[in-house]
């Protein structure tokens, strides 16, 4: 079946440095992207989203990058701070006229370190 | 900032009993959703609700599930005869009525079925 999924399960970067964490997904009818933060005890916090119509998408301090012919979803995020240590979700859907259901991966630990 | 308000925070219940989740979705926000996270696994999707009905739902969302929307403000999530394996946390969701706008989540009612 269709599935979205992480490269890394634990990725650990130095305060200051930049972050990037890779996503992969198979269902090439997706046409609509988000990233999520989750932090412990709560739930998915949304980051940042992209359409398939985009190849890139600029937030503050994050970046998200989307690459259709290798179905390939990245977020990268500047001068990572400890506040960021989270585990990252990517997530796609296929837009409709009646919500969009969404399908997680399996989420990727960042672990800023001092 | 507007958020989803999930209660209560964790819920304790034998198994073969009922349980109801409750959750507040953002004010202005038209759709509605239940997702499901069992520990260790990936958030998974259960049901999509909009305007008083179930616009989608997924396999795992068997006849011993239903959704409610009893008044103007809140949306439950009924189990009707708990099994062992319902044991996982349960996030509300919800999103504006365009369908590619983010799903804001709640931070979730921890159900442990002993």
Known sequence: GESVGLHLPTLSVQEGDNSIINCAYSNSASDYFIW?????????????DIRSNMDKRQGQRVTVLLNKTVKHLSL??????????????????????????????????????? | EPEVTQTPSHQVTQMGQEVILRCVPISNHLYFYWYRQILGQKVEFLVSFYNNEISEKSEIFDDQFSVER????????????????DSAMYF?????????????FGDGTRLSIL
């Open chain 1, 36 to 48: 999520y933060k989750q932090e412990s005890g709560k739930g998915p916090q949304f980051i940042i």
């Open chain 1, 76 to 114: 990268q995020i500047a001068a990572t701070q400890p506040g960021d240590s989270a585990v990252y979700f990517c997530a796609e859907s296929i837009l409709t006229g009646g919500g969009n259901k969404l399908t997680f991966g399996t989420g990727t630990q960042l672990k800023v370190e001092l």
């Open chain 2, 70 to 85: 009893p008044d103007g403000s809140n949306f439950t999530l009924k189990i009707r005869s708990t099994k062992l394996e």
């Open chain 2, 92 to 104: 509300c969701a919800s999103s504006e009525v365009r369908p590619d706008q983010p799903q804001h």
